[in-house]
């Protein structure tokens, strides 16, 4: 096991847990601007990141590494409109995207197969989060109204906001199992 990969992994939960109150404010912001779809995809937003930081918990547990729950980053809590939260929500997620390739690359480079292989998961999910990120932007910046953007959300499934991981598909456990 890389010591190296090892902190990169407990600072990449915090990004996690991070990411996943982020998503609750977004959450609360959509909520508060009566705007139900956009609220209820987001705190399904949250839970997946939730559930991914409790995968790298029960991998570390898993593996014998020391975990330690660091606390979360700072959360924003106003937007100006609908486009800059998801602007925000698109670059949060490029962001995770960069930190799993880092991780991989790591895990590669100090001959850890196990971290390398578990790490695969992630980079794939986290194709599957920038695209729906930016589908769901691109039909609020194409869309006349933000009824159509709510429209959108109740007649189509972006992403799978959470209901794809488990265990039991091939994905890793989450510690405490899912919510």
């Given amino acids: 096991m890389s010591p190296k990969f ?3 992994l407990t ?21 508060g601007q009566d705007l ?19 995968m790298m918990v029960q991998y570390m547990l898993d593996r014998g590494i020391r975990t330690e729950i660091p606390g979360v980053g700072t959360v924003r809590n106003d937007f100006g409109s609908v486009e800059e939260a998801l602007v925000m929500g698109l670059e ?38 920038v695209a729906s990120m930016s589908t769901l932007l691109n039909v609020a910046r194409r869309a006349k109204s933000l009824f159509e953007v709510e429209t959108f959300l109740a007649r189509e499934s972006v992403g799978d906001a959470g209901q794809g991981s488990g265990g039991g598909s091939g994905n890793p456990e989450a510690a405490g199992g899912e919510l």
């Fill in 36 to 54: 139900p779809q956009l609220a209820r995809h987001f705190y399904r937003q949250s839970l997946e990141e939730r559930n991914h930081a409790m």
């Fill in 6 to 8: 090892n902190d990169m």
């Fill in 11 to 31: 600072r990449q939960l915090g990004n996690e847990f991070t990411a996943s109150q982020q998503y609750i404010a977004v959450a609360v912001w959509c909520d």
């Fill in 92 to 129: 949060q997620e490029i962001e995770v995207t960069e930190r799993i390739k880092e991780l991989f690359a790591v895990a590669r480079a100090q001959d850890d197969p196990l971290g390398e292989q578990f790490m695969l998961w992630f980079l794939k999910e986290q194709v599957e989060e």
